[in-house]
């Protein structure tokens, strides 16, 4: 076996391993318990990954963003090809949010420390989180270059030698509403790095390693024989999916997935997707990856913990200049209203197959996202975002999950906390009867959310959404769940991707759409039924057939 080969047996290897999961899990802990935003401490729309010296994954997070697990150490490989590895030193910190080097969009900071041990760069400790603000239009769908969007940081040391590059740090808050939530969040990245560092300099001594090397090559040896041997369990052939979305306006955007399946490979293609636009959907190429690889890694091999091995018998492809592969200067603030649909395509193409392992269209995917900006009572700036869900998919054996995102799992943590720090009152923030698509087994349910401006003028309101006109899908004979709807309290629609204005006292309503039900809903259990009735989960039995 290769983990032997490198001078590890299987249960030494299981114990390294887990430690090391460990260590990114207590990195983890030290971000959200020092980051200033509820984005990081509530929302979890963060991640934290170590590296090796070649900038390779060995372990993740276990809660962590998954698209932002699978693109740092790309990111760090960017990092490496700018400052070469001997021009590293203990203390540093390198930075970026460039959407093509990085996660995608400008609001996502990467940073990336140096680990040493010994006098000896062994490996490296990065972290992922939404800012709370990068300049530009503020978090929005409707920009037309990426130029509008904010502040695009290039590959940059944050630290030299544990001091901070203060000309970088003035030019980069100069540009956001909200500077003190900004390097809040920024010192919190720093302080889960040098944590995950440190710790890493711990393990090293009590495993008696000198370095990295052989036990990551061991670790990804491992997760990539997993993975290839759940892919050859498969028959050989090619599947195809088509799936559209909202778009923007008239704008309608398709998604064309191939799966193909030879031997212990897999190879996704989006030949025939739509060209990309001039409004902030489109999708990079880094979270395209992203975003195609671990789902498949949910349904084929769940278990093994991620890490860099887990993906390497999969390829991605997307036409450069399509929607999910665009060329510079693309906006693409909003890219996960693309990104996030293409697990229900990759589940849709490979339904026939694995149909006991994957799910329907997920409600929550894309995420609906409402941004509020302007003054509080006080005079002060604030900027806030609700992170609430949509249904998911129903399973196989089970009902989707209510409220729940799937691929992303950002949630929307404390409703007290989200009050705490804006002038915004919920007033209601609860499960949507009739939301969860039919099914043999019923979609998620959506929510409904109703959120009241208390500021004492008006706010910058930007909203991100799609399902209004395509909702989820159900899978082998399920039903679509319900779309999603967003209104003011005047009775005025805006516009489901774009910036707006609303004023004091006013109410904006979201109806977060459902999940899409799982196989015919005739075949829904009669008890199952009826306990939805009663809880008023279901209030109409006709599309199971029933009076």
């Known amino acids: 076996m290769a983990e032997e080969e490198e001078g590890f047996d299987p249960i030494t290897l299981e114990i390294l391993w887990s430690r090391l999961i460990s260590i990114a899990d207590e990195a983890a802990a030290a971000l959200l318990r020092t980051a200033f935003s509820t984005i990081v401490r509530e929302s979890n729309d963060f991640a934290t990954v170590l590296m090796d010296a070649n900038g390779d994954s060995i372990s993740e997070n276990t809660g962590g963003i998954a698209s932002f697990s699978c693109i740092l150490p790309r990111t760090t490989k ?13 203390g540093d910190c390198v930075i970026t949010n460039d959407p093509w080097l990085a996660t995608g969009h400008l609001p996502d900071i990467t940073t990336v420390s140096p680990i040493f041990h010994r006098g000896r760069l062994v490996g490296f400790a990065g972290s992922i989180a939404h800012s709370p603000d990068v300049g530009g239009a503020l978090w929005s769908a409707d920009c037309r270059e990426v130029f509008e969007e904010g502040i695009r940081i290039p590959p940059v040391r944050l630290l030299r030698e544990g001091r901070r590059q203060e000309a970088v740090v003035e030019m980069f808050l100069a540009n956001t509403r909200v500077p ?20 890493v300099a711990e393990f090293l001594e009590d495993a008696g390693l000198d370095d990295l090397q052989a036990l990551g090559r061991a670790l990804h040896a491992r997760a990539d024989r997993a993975m290839r041997q759940a892919i050859a369990a498969l028959p050989d052939g090619t599947w195809t999916a088509r799936i559209e979305a909202d778009g923007f306006d ?17 190879v996704i293609d989006y030949a025939g997707t739509s060209p990309q636009i001039d409004r902030g959907i489109n999708c990079v190429m880094n979270y395209t990856h992203a975003y195609s690889v671990y789902p498949v890694k949910c349904a084929l091999d769940p278990f093994t913990p991620r890490n860099e091995g887990s993906y390497r018998a999969i390829e991605v492809r997307a036409e450069e200049g399509s929607i999910l592969n665009p060329r510079f200067p693309a906006p693409c603030s909003a ?17 026939p197959v694995i149909p006991e392992r994957i799910i329907a269209e997920c409600g929550g995917a894309p995420t609906m996202r409402c941004l509020f900006s302007g003054l509080d009572r006080h005079g002060d700036r ?14 196989p054996h089970r009902d989707g999950l209510p409220t729940t995102a799937f691929p992303t799992n950002a949630g929307a943590g404390s409703i007290e906390a989200f009050e705490s720090v804006a002038p915004l009152v919920v007033w209601r923030k609860q499960l949507r009867p009739d939301s969860g698509g039919p099914g043999r087994y019923r979609g998620g349910l959506g929510q409904e959310a109703e959120i009241e401006v208390r500021a004492p003028g ?90």
């Open 78 to 90: 960017h990092f490496l090809a700018k400052f070469p590895r001997e021009a590293w030193r203990p």
């Open 180 to 199: 003190g939530q900004v390097l809040g969040d920024l010192e919190a990245q720093v302080t889960a790095n040098e944590v995950c560092a440190a710790r």
């Open 250 to 266: 008239e704008q309608v955007t398709r998604i064309a997935c191939a799966v193909t399946v030879r031997g212990e490979r897999m």
């Open 335 to 351: 890219r996960q209203l693309t990104g996030h649909l293409l697990a229900g395509a990759i589940y849709k193409a490979l339904a």
């Open 382 to 395: 604030f900027s806030q975002i609700l992170f609430a869900s949509g249904g998911m998919g129903a399973a």
């Open 458 to 547: 008006p706010l910058r309101l930007s909203l991100l959404s799609d399902r209004r006109d395509h909702p989820a899908g159900g899978v082998l004979g399920g039903l679509s769940g319900a779309p999603a709807e967003i209104a003011m309290s005047d009775g005025t629609r805006p516009h489901p991707k774009s910036r707006t204005t609303i004023g004091p006292g006013m109410r904006l309503v979201m109806r977060y759409p459902g999940g899409g039900g799982y196989g015919p809903p005739e075949e829904r259990d009669p008890a199952a039924l009826a306990a939805d009735l009663r809880d008023g989960y279901v209030t109409d039995p006709t599309p199971y057939g029933r009076r």
